[in-house]
């Protein structure tokens, strides 16, 4: 279990994005993880919520690991959907992301991310995608836009 947390943890880290915005790796097993995300005033939009992106983006990146945790860590999100049920204002969002199915080439996870504030969780989001594992072919072509 140790191998596995100390690998998210290294795909973690090296997301600059990530690092940015200060997403930390919470808990982790053979089929689901939380990230956390504290909420500071530079994720809110004009209405003093956090900003849909920032909760999507947490999303994705939680399925996309609980993904990994069976399909190995060449993987991207081939889709997912979303859906917000509240706003976000302050404490700290929590996106625990599970495995539902894995097969050989693709996973189909959900994710519930939560908002806390001085001990008590709501809901703020719900979401499923589909993870898909690389191939070594694909791994090594290079990207569109890489000019």
Known sequence: MAEIVDIARGALNAQPFSALLG????QVDSTSLT???T????LRQQHGFVHGGVVSYLVDNALT????LRLGPKVVT????INYLRPA???TLMARARVVYAGMTQATCQCDVYVTDGGAERLVAVAQG???RISEMAAELEPVFNE
């Open 39 to 42: 909420i500071r005033d530079e």
């Open 23 to 26: 997403t930390k790796l919470m």
């Open 89 to 91: 204002v302050s404490g």
């Open 130 to 132: 589909t993870i898909h």
């Open 35 to 37: 990230l956390c995300l």
């Open 78 to 81: 081939g889709e997912y959907k």
């Open 65 to 68: 690991f609980a993904g990994a």
